[in-house]
Each structure stands twice: as C-alpha cells, then as structure tokens.
C-alpha cells in the first residue's frame, strides 16, 4: 500500500532549478526533526536501489519514491517502486526499507 501523503510531496516540493534527476531530489524541503538518510545505488542508467533508514513509515517512503520516479520518467518509461523482499524492512522491526526503482 502507498500512503497517498508520500505521493504528494513531491508534486508540492520546489525543486530549484539545479535538482534535474531522481538522485539530486532528495533533503530538499524537508523542514526539521531526524531526516535520517536515503542512500541510492544505481544499477543501470534508469534504476537504481533506495536505502530508506529514516522515522518514516515504509508506504510513506514508497509513496514518495514512487511519485519522483514519475517526474523524472523518460518519455515512454513504465517507472516502478517494489520494496526489496531480501532486506530488513521497518514495518517488520527493521531499521531500515530498501526499495528498487526504476523510472
């Protein structure tokens, strides 16, 4: 499940004009407290693995991840978020989510 909250942020975040790609999006607008950290590893020009080990719920992470893999999509591209089954996951006592992405 996507938390719909997750999915909004980044059509409300400003971008400047410098943040162009899905790995310069991230810690921007993020407004106080723990923000943890987001770790990517690309694995191809369009997809990469997202480590989320922040105070976030998993779907909230999901939801955003999902909504900047389509503002960043390629024309034509089919972007997609599935969480990692192989890595912990914070819904289950982990203290992190890792996602795959592509866009």
């Known amino acids: ?9 980044p059509n409300s975040a400003k971008f400047p004009p410098g943040i162009d790609t ?19 590893r690309k694995t191809g020009e ?3 693995f997202m480590e989320c080990r ?14 900047l893999a389509k503002l960043f999509a390629s024309k034509g591209s089919m972007p997609g978020v599935t969480h990692d089954p192989s890595k912990p996951c ?9 996602f795959l992405i592509s866009w």
């Open 1 to 9: 499940m996507v938390l719909p909250i997750g999915v909004s942020i």
């Open 22 to 40: 899905l790995e310069k999006a991230y810690h921007m607008n993020h407004r106080g407290g723990e923000i943890g950290h987001y770790s990517l």
């Open 46 to 48: 369009r997809n990469c």
């Open 54 to 67: 922040n105070p976030h719920l998993c779907d909230f992470d999901r939801g955003i991840l999902e909504a």
């Open 90 to 98: 914070r819904g289950k006592n982990g203290d992190s989510c890792t």
